[in-house]
């Protein structure tokens, strides 16, 4: 067995990360080389991504891992967030730049979609939920307020699949990340034509499908060149962020489990080995996104961090110089507002703003005044762990199991004061880490393609004999359940 030096790309809404990843005595090696920060960019009103600038980032990070490796590094693979694609004309130049997921355009387009086909004829061949960013939905406004751009595209291909185009593998769609569009049929396991017949969308942008694990290239000469690097292979890996996660979740392999991948977005959710398409999953919100190895991830998006992160970014903006982790801290420690809640997923929380106003008119409507920053910040972090709770127990109900514990895995594993709660709310055990499982799933599904390990079971052994995974027990259970069953009056009154 080579140690298999592999180099993952993982890309996040607020910014990229690259690791090398080694093999050693049978536990990964995970450096992190690489870092750069993203974010959206607005243009008279649009909302876009620096894709250019995220392209550079990777081509200077893939070069010095290789210049701090010695030019070993021999595969790469590249994940991002789903849903935003870039439109290639005939000659394959990218059309215009990539727009950014909460850019306001499919405003609406949920329910306007509806009259094209209805809604459950949708999921029961898409089995995804109805989320304004969706890539269907930024199709149909497209066509709507730009015609001519579909007009002249000839393919749509998405970001991580671009990048990875852009330095050298050929183009396709990768599944994890086609899966997630609202444009695939789940059932037959292809682009669903009656879904773009009714939308009125070309049928013939749309690429042929590759699995996590299959080599799809190798770095280019010119790129190459550029660098002054040696070549490497590029793998598919899990292009969607979660999916790729999910891969690094150290739970034992044969048993269907809760997790929440926390980043920008909370993905509450079960890794289950079918779907749950029924009119009801699709009422309570929940979707089924194709996952690594063809596993099937039953999932709910919560708005998570992204409230606090623009909240930091209003504060600091104002010159308070805020950091993340100190908040969290500070509102472990308040008392006088641990009964007030918001719902984290209320639509004035979705797209850019001056959070603090946002959330602090939110918590107004619920009759309470915060006094301070960090009563906003409480406010939100207990509302989380509480849409949490509320998120697992349909899950539960909907799969008829209960799930001995919680893991959580991903950045925002490590706000320990929200891990603390959620454990308290769902009444059960919450096992945080890893923290990088993006990058590590990435890494961990190249060395299944190369045949350095044979399946996501023993992926995920490794990968729990390598991270440190820490045990959160629930305490004060009465008092945390009367809490909870305050937020949920407090949700369903609004
Ligand atoms: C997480 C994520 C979610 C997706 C959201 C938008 O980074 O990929 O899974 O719903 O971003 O693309």
């Not at 034992?252 to 980043?263: H, K, N, R, T, V």
Request: include cysteine; glycine fraction near 8%; charged fraction near 25%.
């Amino acid at each position: 067995k080579t140690n298999g030096l592999a180099l993952a790309v993982d890309l996040g809404a607020s910014g990229g990360k690259l690791f090398v990843g080694e093999l050693k005595d049978g536990k990964a090696e995970i450096y992190p080389v690489h870092k750069f920060k993203n974010k959206i960019v607005l243009a008279q009103g649009k909302a876009y991504w620096d894709f250019l600038r995220i392209f550079d980032e990777i081509k200077m990070g893939y070069a010095h891992a290789q210049r701090e490796f010695d030019g070993r590094i021999t595969s790469l693979a590249i994940d991002s967030w789903c849903n935003d694609y870039a439109l290639l004309s005939e000659h394959g130049t990218m059309i215009g730049s990539p727009r950014n997921y909460r850019d306001s355009r499919t405003f609406g387009w949920v329910e306007r979609s509806f009259g094209l086909m209805p809604q459950y004829e949708v999921y029961r061949r898409t089995g995804q939920q109805f989320q304004r960013f969706e890539t269907s939905y930024h199709l149909l406004a497209e066509k709507e307020q730009d015609p001519d751009i579909l007009g002249i595209a000839k393919e749509l291909i998405f970001i991580p699949d671009y990048l990875a185009h852009l330095l050298g593998a050929k183009k396709y769609s990768e599944y994890t990340i086609a899966s997630v569009s609202n444009l695939y049929n789940l059932v037959r396991n292809e682009w669903d034509r009656e879904i773009l017949d009714a939308y009125g969308l070309p049928q013939k942008i749309f690429m042929p499908i590759v699995y996590a694990g299959e080599k799809v290239g190798e770095i280019a000469k010119d790129v190459t060149d550029e660098l002054q690097t040696p070549s490497a292979e590029i793998y598919a890996v899990g292009s969607h962020d979660t999916a790729s996660a999910v891969v690094a979740a150290p739970a034992a392999d044969d048993e269907e489990f809760l997790f929440i991948s926390s980043g920008t977005w909370s993905l509450v959710g079960a890794e289950l080995r079918h779907p749950i398409m029924t009119e009801e999953s699709m009422r309570l919100g929940f979707g089924n996104e194709g996952g690594v190895m063809r596993r099937n991830r039953f999932i709910c998006n919560v708005m998570g961090l992204w409230i606090l992160q623009e909240c930091v970014r209003m504060w600091n903006l104002q010159g308070k110089a805020y950091d993340f982790a100190g908040l969290a801290e500070e509102a472990s420690k308040i008392v006088g507002c641990d009964m007030v809640f918001i719902d984290p997923d209320d639509e004035r929380l979705f797209e850019p703003a001056n959070m603090p106003e946002v959330v602090a008119q939110m918590i107004k409507e619920k009759g309470y005044t915060p006094r301070s920053d960090i009563e906003i910040v409480r406010i939100v972090t207990q509302s989380l762990a509480c849409k949490y709770r509320y998120v697992v127990d349909n899950i539960e109900y909907l799969t008829g199991k209960k799930f001995p514990c919680l893991h959580i895995i991903g950045g925002g594993s490590q706000n320990v004061f929200l891990n603390q709660l959620t454990a308290n709310y769902l009444h059960k055990p919450v096992k945080t880490g890893p923290a990088d499982a993006t990058g590590i799933g990435n890494i961990l599904t190249q060395w299944i393609g190369r045949g350095i390990l044979k399946d996501l079971k023993e992926a995920r052994e490794i990968c729990a004999a390598s991270c440190d995974i820490r045990t959160y027990q629930p305490v004060g259970d009465e008092a945390f359940e009367r809490h909870y069953q305050k937020f949920l009056k407090d949700i369903k009154k609004a």
